[in-house]
């Protein structure tokens, strides 16, 4: 009975049987640390373990590997080593069973190194073992993944689901779109294609590597569609900037019967902050509270992001202060979106109650600090905030980092400054903080820091036309005609032009995009017709175009 209990997951009932027994037997001990290991109850299973120690009873092959895997879930890794300490001592220790279960527990508690030992040593080897190994080099993101992958197909071992779904994941991780398409065709011809884990494995791996239509088109040709592979589609939309895809395909999983869990709310939540869709995203929280779920740490901070990039900073504010648990996500949520609609004092008030509730700091948080400080032009109290992120926090800063202290530093006029930071990063500056820098330089009419950066900028891509127009803007500044000139002719000899700004607004429910001179539009007529009249009423009232900026 207990062991039934325990296999089936009750284990209230398991514990009460056990406690029950006036006379405990190995057998009973086994199912019960089995059982919390099974049921990631991992602390509840090694005290268990150890009561069992202290007894008369002995301990076997079944014990060892309970207490083996109890360690692995709790990530017991000093634990973990005083259990294999105690097998070493016994004949157990040449257990294959065991030997898996070691491997197993390192590779999980993030030790590597003594994983590949402990497998590299191994006399004989099954399925479990190449699967415990490849599962924990890709769980430690570790580019042998692959490598150990061909070296079991050498070994003439056939692989299993649970070998194809660790080398995929590995193969998401790394993005590596062509070993994932070697290894889809290997798939195939084991008959797992259509698996629904091994099936949902392989949408991940296609959304991660951008490949998403491809994975939409084997979404539907698994047999059973699980939920991780619904959310791996929505997610690979998302993360590729497709938002308005993601959203359709929730609709389509809702019309289907499938019941979202929080990954996929907070994962839609997160399109809606992209768009701007403040609609849907009203109506996903609905959803959210009916299934109690307000709760989960990961919703709340995204429906602050959520809401506050929707420009409604009194619901994101309402959220935050709602929240019962509050992690270093929300109260980044919070700083980010208080940063972001330029209430700069807000956010650096809300660093300094992370301060007091002991709340560690990341580089998400110092990057809405930073800009909090831009927003305000609080230029000594961010350099402060700057050189703490290293001397108090111990965080390396990063690009990001960097290129919020060049836009403040050049804000307040500080060009020089500005130029001589970037020289002095560990680490090659991209175009975007070039081009921060380029833009500030028209603020000030600094020409010599402006041709600095813009060759920098050209050096990166020599086709960037922002480059051309921003610098031609500067020389247009300074009445240097001739340069200007110049830059307009380079611009046309390499057929550059100015990327078309890009906007939308929902109407009723549906999402128009419009591109600068778009004229796709099915009421482009009105549209235009509208602008003529509003151009019209801004002469009327006085306003004059800047007619040297346009091209």
């Known amino acids: 009975m207990l062991d039934m209990y325990a296999k089936c997951d009750n284990l209230l009932n398991a514990r009460k049987v056990f406690d029950f027994l006036g006379n405990h037997n190995l057998q009973s001990y086994n199912a019960l640390i089995t059982g919390y290991a099974r049921g990631d109850r991992g602390s509840e299973g090694m005290q268990l373990f150890l009561r069992l ?60 190194e003594e994983a590949c030992r402990i497998f ?39 692989p299993d689901e649970f070998t194809y779904g660790s080398v995929l994941k590995a193969c998401a991780g790394e993005q590596s779109l062509h070993h994932g398409l070697e290894i889809h065709g290997r798939v195939i011809k084991s008959g797992m294609g259509l698996d629904s884990f091994v099936g949902s494995v392989l949408v991940d791996m296609y959304c991660k590597c951008g490949a998403v239509e491809e994975a939409e088109k084997l979404h539907y040709r698994i047999e059973e569609q699980s939920l991780v592979s619904w959310n791996a589609i929505i997610s690979g939309f998302s993360s590729t900037e497709q938002s308005e895809g993601a959203q359709k395909f929730f609709s389509r999983m809702l019309e289907m019967g499938i019941e979202p869990d929080n990954f996929t709310y907070a994962t839609v939540l997160d399109t809606c902050s992209n768009v701007a869709n403040i609609g849907l995203g009203k109506q996903i929280h609905a959803q959210i509270i009916k299934q109690d779920l307000t709760s989960d740490v990961y919703i709340t901070s995204t429906l602050v992001d959520m809401y506050s990039k929707c420009g ?68 000594e109290e961010a350099l402060h905030y700057f050189n703490s992120m290293k001397i108090e926090y111990g965080l390396n800063p990063q690009l990001e980092h960097y290129s919020s202290m060049v836009d403040i530093l050049g804000r307040s006029g500080r060009l020089v400054e500005a130029l001589k ?131």
Request: proline share 3%.
């Open 53 to 112: 120690l202290k007894s008369d009873l002995g301990f076997d092959e079944i014990s060892l590997s309970g207490a083996f895997s109890a360690c692995a879930v709790m990530k017991g890794l000093l634990e973990g080593t005083q259990v294999h300490g105690l097998a070493i001592k016994t004949p157990f220790h040449y257990n294959i069973c065991v030997t898996n279960a070691i491997l197993d527990m390192y590779g999980k508690c993030g030790a590597l």
């Open 120 to 158: 590299d040593e191994m006399e004989r080897r099954d399925a479990v073992s190449w699967n415990s190994v490849i599962a924990a080099c890709e769980q430690n993101k570790n580019k042998e993944t692959l490598l150990l992958f061909v070296r079991m197909l050498r070994s003439r071992m056939e």
């Open 312 to 379: 409604n900073m009194e619901d994101s504010v309402l959220m935050f202060e709602k929240s019962p648990d509050r992690d270093f996500v929300t109260w980044n949520a919070m700083a980010c979106a208080y940063a972001h609609h330029g209430y700069g004092y807000e956010a650096l008030n809300i660093f300094e109650k992370m301060q007091i509730e002991r709340v560690p700091p990341n580089h998400a948080t110092f990057v809405a600090i930073l800009r909090a400080c831009a927003h305000i032009g609080l230029v």
């Open 421 to 551: 930071l970037i020289q002095e990063m560990p680490f090659e500056a991209d175009d975007v903080i070039w081009r921060t820098l380029l833009s500030i330089c028209r603020m000030h009419g600094n020409v010599e820091v402006a041709e600095e950066a813009a060759n920098y900028l050209l050096w990166l891509d020599p086709q960037d036309s922002s480059a051309y127009v921003l610098l031609s803007n500067i020389y247009a500044d300074a009445e240097m005609w001739d340069q200007v000139s110049k830059m307009r002719k380079i611009m046309r000899r390499g057929g550059m032009k100015k990327e078309p700004g890009c906007s939308w607004i929902e109407i009723q429910s549906e999402v128009h995009m419009f591109l600068v001179g778009d004229k796709a539009h099915m009421r482009c007529k009105d549209i235009y017709m509208n602008l003529d009249l509003l151009f019209d009423e801004m002469k009327w009232d006085g306003y004059v175009p800047d007619e040297e900026q346009l091209y």
